[in-house]
């Protein structure tokens, strides 16, 4: 079966500290993939999204995630945090259905301290 | 914009009872609603995705006579759990996309979630 894995469950950083996350996933088709981020309180956003091009998408509030093929990584970054960042961060891959039929990773919490 | 809502947030109830939450698109017409349900610690699990007018569609292990899937318009889906027991307690999510096969690829809008706890 088709998964979805985010290394790191629990990441805390200072602010102004670099960010990136793991994601991999298992499926050898064409994909589509997103990373979603939820606040405290809050329901899941959108964050950013690849579907085909450029394998650097760059998404909202700084964020941008790079697609290696053959490394099956989709892996989320940002180069200076912010404590307004602390988050879970949920990676997702749709093998390519059209209805986006997400399958997602276990999500990573990001504590971002002062 | 892409505002869903669902209703209630949280719910608690006994045993045997039946428990509908509903999942609304506010300011689009959602073409196909999915229903999602996430465990403690663990990521969100599709259970079905509901297209307007028909059928839904379960994924493997989801008992469709347990979990009752309707999305009789463009804006409004429910889910209802029937017989409710404790081992159903969980976080149930929808999200809505105006997505279609002619469509194209659209992205999926999420509901707050409601916890669903069973006494």
């Known amino acids: 079966a088709q998964s979805v894995s985010q290394h790191n469950h629990h990441v805390i950083l200072s602010e102004a500290a670099s960010l990136e996350l793991g994601c991999n996933y298992s499926?050898?088709?064409?994909?589509?993939l997103f990373w979603y981020v939820q606040y405290p309180g809050q329901h899941l956003q959108l964050l950013l999204k690849y579907f085909s091009g450029d394998p650097l998408v760059k998404g909202i509030k700084g964020f941008e995630a790079e697609f290696i093929k053959s490394k099956f990584s989709f892996n989320l970054r940002k180069p200076s945090v912010q404590w307004s960042d602390t988050a879970e961060y949920f990676c997702?891959?749709?093998?390519?259905?059209?209805?986006?039929?997400?399958?997602f990773g276990t999500g990573t919490r990001l504590l971002v301290s002062p | 914009g892409a505002v869903v809502s669902q209703h209630p947030s949280r719910v608690i109830c006994k045993s045997g009872t039946s428990v509908k939450i509903e999942c609304r698109s506010l300011d689009f017409q959602a073409t196909t609603m999915f229903w999602y349900r996430q465990f403690p610690k663990q990521s969100l699990m599709l259970m079905a995705t509901?297209?307007?007018?028909?059928?839904?569609?379960?994924e493997q292990g989801v008992e469709k006579d347990k979990f009752l899937i309707n999305h009789a318009s463009l804006t409004l889906s429910t889910l209802t759990v029937t017989s409710a027991h404790p081992e159903d307690s969980s976080f149930y999510i929808c999200?809505?996309?105006?997505?279609?096969?002619?469509?194209?690829?659209?992205?999926?809008?999420f509901g707050d979630g409601t916890r669903l706890s069973i006494l």
């Open positions: 499926y050898g088709g064409t994909v589509n």
């Open positions: 999200s809505a996309s105006q997505g279609a096969p002619d469509l194209g690829n659209q992205p999926q809008h």
């Open positions: 997702a891959v749709d093998m390519n259905t059209g209805f986006q039929k997400l399958v």
């Open positions: 509901s297209n307007e007018g028909s059928k839904a569609t379960y």
